[in-house]
């Protein structure tokens, strides 16, 4: 048995940012770290560390994605791995002059859709090495990797391919 | 599908004036604001709530889960049924229709739906981040992070099929924060030209500032109700006369380049050389208008609807929306908000209320607003609501209120009609 009556929760230096007092408002903070898996789309990140843009093809009705998918959305049927060509087109574009916080001290930034020649759906990606005036629907883009990867989609990005 | 439940009928709304924070007020005491309204306005008592569903979006701008039964017990509707439903941006849209699924399966003979979301306890930047977490966060959030830069591209795309323009993208604005003046509920009511909007920095070409809604504090509650009862507890129901509701990919990047769905009064030939839904259209929104308009039998959707409240969280979407729902065809949405025809006066009032971009957008309360507010219109009530007439659309007697979701990935249409 040890009642105390005297008993007294330690103090401590810990005290909360207070923004407003009425009503109270106080800060709270929040943070975590995930053990993300990229489970059946692994390979499209391992590929990006070799330079390959891997998309998908349904091994039954054919269809093919510019994007990492298991089974097909057209008729239920697993895909295979596919190799993307190295040059697509600009299909759309933006360019972002706010975002979310995260990316907000990338910006301004050039967001694409890219389509593949032969391929039936579409890739999204950054671009760079244009201005904003220079983006064009159907302008010729080339997929560059990083060297150092960061293993996320924006290990490809896409530059304009030169004139000839 | 055809629709086999028994008649659901709006009995009562409430809506809080939607603001970018009031922190004098958590959610609980915001929903119930709202809720205490539509009570009073149909004289009736929480002992008439046979249950209730939940509506909001996000457990990351509160960090609070299972946020619905909070305000289930602060509305003192424990131990009632109830449950929260969820889906991006169409949360209110889902929530309204899941209410009237609780009616129409005769599972309740009174359904209280209440929407409500608080996004003034992160800064805005934070809250883009978190909205961006509703795309896929393994290829899209890290590439762009950003739904107004998929818009954008949209929008982009949009033009180029149709030859689109930013200054009829600027008339949606004009129309909808022009007749937010006359919206005492309204968060962003204001008279503007084209020039202001174009002229408002740019967030994502080609949308500015005032092509894109605003973060909002706001909460909303519909009370739904089965044939009986609507009479019993109210003079003047509205009758749902149909709900639908369509899906999309996840990723705007798999969307496939087919053949447009179409409504009735289109031909395949109408649009020989285009690829649907491609990312210039929704067709999550055409197929919801697709199942609403068979089960409320419309066929000639721009001369049977008199109003018309839809999400425009972009000017973009606005006008693609007009398509998706057949109030003009592919192609025709730019025109149909130059010449006038989404007009408080016009052809239909399309967001008569102000939309999204001028009421604000709390994103739970958002679809149950509209319903609210398309209650209102077809009750003939705004005068004793809005303290004011001008927004009444006379003569409205049939209405559709539009809830959507992502790049359109969830869209809910759900028509209702006056009875009286």
């Known amino acids: ?164 | 599908m055809k629709p086999k439940g028994q008649n659901v009928y709006m009995i009562s709304g409430g809506v809080t004036k939607f603001a970018k924070a009031t922190p004098e007020m958590d959610f609980r005491l915001r929903v119930k604001k709202a809720f205490d309204y539509a009570l009073k306005d149909a004289n009736m008592s929480l002992k008439d709530i046979d249950g209730s569903v939940a509506s909001y979006f996000s457990d990351h701008f509160q960090r609070q889960l299972m946020a619905g039964i909070m305000v289930q017990d602060y509305l003192g509707l424990t131990p009632k049924p109830s449950k929260r439903v969820e889906g991006g941006g169409a949360t209110g849209g889902l929530s309204f229709q899941a209410g009237y699924e609780e009616v129409a399966s005769g599972r309740m003979d009174v359904c209280a739906v209440y929407g409500f979301e608080t996004m003034s306890h992160v800064n805005t930047w934070k809250g883009n981040e978190f909205i961006a977490l509703a795309s896929d966060t393994n290829f899209d959030y890290p590439v762009g992070g950003f739904y107004t830069g998929y818009y954008a591209m949209m929008a982009v795309r949009h033009m180029h099929e149709y030859g689109t323009t930013v200054e009829q993208l600027a008339k949606v604005s004009i129309k909808n924060h022009g007749n937010a003046m006359n919206n005492p509920y309204a968060q962003s009511p204001m008279k503007l030209t084209v020039e202001d909007v174009r002229n408002s920095p740019m967030v994502a070409y080609p949308l500015t500032r005032l092509d894109v809604c605003t973060m909002s504090d706001g909460a909303a509650v519909a009370i739904l109700a089965s044939e009986e009862k609507a009479f019993e507890l109210c003079d003047n129901p509205v009758l749902i006369k149909g709900i639908g509701t369509g899906t999309d990919t996840m990723r705007l990047s798999d969307r496939p380049f087919g053949k447009v769905l179409l409504l009735p009064g289109e031909k395949e030939s109408d649009y020989k050389n285009l690829q649907y839904p491609g990312v210039h259209s929704f067709r999550a929104g055409r197929s919801a208008a697709i199942e609403a308009y068979r089960a409320a039998g419309i066929t000639d959707p721009l001369d049977e609807l008199d109003v018309v409240e839809l999400h425009d969280a972009y000017t973009s979407s606005e006008v693609q929306t007009y398509e998706d729902l057949g109030l003009c065809k592919y192609g025709e949405g730019g025109p149909f908000v130059e010449e006038g025809k989404a007009n408080l006066h016009g052809k239909v009032a399309v967001n008569p209320s102000g939309g999204l971009l001028a009421t604000g957008h709390p994103v739970g309360a958002t679809g149950i607003m509209q319903g609210v507010f398309m209650f209102w219109q077809l009750q003939h009530s705004i005068k004793k609501h809005f303290k004011d007439d001008t927004l009444q659309v006379p003569n409205a007697k049939r209405g559709l209120i539009h809830s959507h979701a992502g790049t359109g990935t969830y869209v809910t249409v759900t028509v209702m009609e006056a009875v009286k």
């Open chain 1, 1 to 164: 048995m040890t009642l105390n009556p005297n008993a007294r929760m330690e103090e401590t230096q810990n005290g909360t940012e207070v923004y407003n007092v009425d009503p109270l408002i106080v800060k709270s903070h929040y943070e975590i770290d995930y053990i993300h898996s990229y489970a059946q789309d692994s390979e499209f990140f391992r590929a990006l560390g070799k330079k390959k843009l891997m998309g998908s093809k349904c091994k039954e009705c054919g269809y093919t994605y510019a994007t990492p998918r298991g089974h097909c959305m057209m008729c239920g049927a697993e895909t295979e791995w596919y190799q993307l060509p190295n040059e697509g087109k600009v299909h759309t574009f933006t360019t972002c002059y706010f975002g979310g916080e995260e990316f907000l001290s990338e910006t301004p930034f050039h967001l694409i859709m890219v389509e593949f020649e032969g391929v039936n759906s579409l890739f999204m990606a950054r671009l760079i090495g244009a201005d904003h005036e220079d983006l064009k629907i159907g302008m010729k883009v080339r997929a560059r990797f990083r060297r150092n990867l960061r293993i996320s989609p924006t290990d490809v990005y896409f530059v304009p391919v030169a004139e000839e």
